[in-house]
T-cell receptor, first 115, second 114 residues
Framework: AQTVTQSQPEMSVQEAETVTLSCTYD???????LFWYKQPPSRQMILVIR??????QNATENRFSVNFQKAAKSFSLKISDSQLGDAAMYFC????????????FGPGTRLSVLP | DAGVTQSPTHLIKTRGQQVTLRCSPK?????VSWYQQALGQGPQFIFQ???????QRGNFPDRFSGHQFPNYSSELNVNALLLGDSALYLC?????????????FGSGTRLTVV
């Protein structure tokens, strides 16, 4: 079974600074997808960024980028120019490339943004 | 365009009771998945419905059951509630069960069992 680990229960960053959230995963599959989801107090899980395992290029979405190290099974999220609205729980998630598979989420990292 | 709608937003039940949670998927989506998120933890997969059938199930007891209607909406039923069933229940919808993208989550139902 696949597992996802997030070793940082809480992180904080100054507004406008950069922060990196860590994630490691364990799988024997070669075809899979990795995600970072944001969960603000509104509770809705919001997709931040997605990475296909077969792509070597790291995904980027505006201020958000990932460092995908497939051999190390590491998938970190970098948030640049942090904003107050970035404060939330962040979940790393794995999904098999097979049809019909579910998300496997990590335990989450609570990010605080300090003004 | 409405996203995923879940009802109710909050409810309190007594141990041993039964509860039904409801989910309306995003317009155009036909697959619904349910997740349980205990306080301070990541969501855990309960089951997935497609074409009105349960297609995949996580490690949850038979007390957890579901249903999908012809309009793709879904219900999650939990019988004989335990204190440990207290959690946020999230519904996610998608068009099919493809692995890569296109999943929209609702804001969840907060269930408290006392």
């Amino acid at each position: 079974a696949q597992t996802v680990t997030q070793s940082q229960p809480e992180m904080s960053v100054q507004e406008a600074e950069t922060v990196t959230l860590s994630c490691t995963y364990d799988t024997s599959e070669s075809d899979y997808y990795l995600f970072w989801y944001k969960q603000p107090p509104s509770r809705q899980m919001i997709l931040v960024i997605r990475q296909e395992a077969y792509k070597q290029q790291n995904a980027t979405e505006n201020r958000f980028s990932v460092n995908f190290q497939k051999a190390a099974k590491s998938f970190s999220l970098k948030i640049s120019d942090s904003q107050l609205g970035d404060a939330a729980m962040y979940f790393c998630a794995y999904r098999s490339g097979n049809y019909g598979q579910n998300f496997v989420f990590g335990p989450g990292t609570r990010l605080s943004v300090l003004p | 365009d409405a996203g995923v709608t879940q009802s109710p937003t909050h409810l309190i039940k007594t141990r041993g009771q039964q509860v039904t949670l409801r989910c309306s998927p995003k317009s155009g989506h036909d697959t619904v998945s349910w997740y349980q998120q205990a306080l301070g933890q990541g969501p855990q997969f309960i089951f997935q419905y497609y074409e009105e059938e349960e297609r995949q199930r996580g490690n949850f007891p038979d007390r957890f059951s579901g249903h999908q209607f012809p309009n793709y909406s879904s219900e999650l039923n939990v019988n004989a509630l335990l204190l440990g069933d207290s959690a946020l229940y999230l519904c996610a919808s998608s068009l099919g069960a493809g692995p890569g993208y296109g999943y929209t989550f609702g804001s969840g139902t907060r269930l408290t069992v006392v």
